[in-house]
């Protein structure tokens, strides 16, 4: 298994900044302006944009958390139970302009799980995708409003996103699974 760094720390960083900023541009501020990651680097992500997003505006954005799992199509037919972690949006999003935000974007069955989940919360103004990596190989229509960067994957590629909160680094890698091929 062959693993390269494609984004170190700095980068990861100088995308974050980017992204609040491409957020705040597009949205003309932070006014009704919501962010949702979905768990569990989304999460962290979502936390990070709002801290930027607060610096810039000097205004509190709403961050809320989103579990997909009991919304996700591939756990039809399997017999171990998935881990279920909480939804936490503890404000309305209805009328609110909602930010998704999730650390990779592929098949997009995920964002399709986390559009039908935020749906059963309440009805946004808007929704739109933020994700750091896009990799491409969509199954279903969807694609990313913000990207932190495009990184083109083979199918025997995976992509993995690390970050401080979770595995003590914020950095991008990419994972041959079957280099030999």
């Known amino acids: 298994m062959k693993k390269t760094k494609?984004?170190?720390?700095?980068?990861?960083?100088?995308?974050?900044?980017?992204?609040?900023h491409e957020v705040l541009e597009r949205n003309k501020g932070a006014e009704n302006l919501a962010l949702v990651g979905i768990?569990?680097?989304?999460?962290?992500?979502a936390n990070r944009l709002a801290g930027v997003?607060?610096?810039?505006?000097?205004?509190?954005?709403?961050?809320?958390?989103?579990?997909i799992t009991l919304y996700r199509?591939?756990?039809?037919?399997?017999?171990?139970?998935?881990?279920?972690?909480?939804?936490?949006?503890?404000?309305d999003i209805a009328g609110k302009i909602v930010v998704?935000?999730?650390?990779?974007l592929f098949t997009g069955r995920t964002?399709?799980?986390?559009?039908?989940?935020?749906?059963?919360?309440?009805?946004p103004?808007?929704?739109?995708?933020?994700?750091?990596?896009?990799?491409g190989h969509r199954e279903l229509p969807i694609k990313a409003d913000f990207v932190g960067k495009n990184v083109p994957t083979s199918l025997k590629q995976e992509i993995k996103v690390?970050?401080?909160?979770?595995?003590?680094e914020d950095a991008v890698y990419t994972i041959d699974t079957n280099p030999e091929t």
């Open 6 to 20: 494609v984004i170190d720390e700095t980068a990861f960083k100088r995308m974050v900044t980017r992204l609040a």
């Open 73 to 91: 199509d591939d756990l039809r037919g399997r017999l171990d139970q998935p881990e279920l972690k909480s939804t936490e949006i503890l404000f």
């Open 111 to 123: 964002v399709r799980s986390a559009l039908n989940a935020l749906m059963d919360i309440g009805r």
């Open 39 to 45: 768990r569990t680097r989304g999460e962290h992500l």
């Open 162 to 168: 690390t970050m401080t909160e979770v595995d003590g």
């Open 100 to 104: 998704l935000v999730d650390d990779v």
């Open 53 to 67: 997003i607060g610096q810039i505006e000097k205004k509190q954005v709403s961050v809320g958390y989103l579990d």
């Open 125 to 135: 103004a808007s929704i739109e995708l933020l994700v750091l990596v896009d990799r």
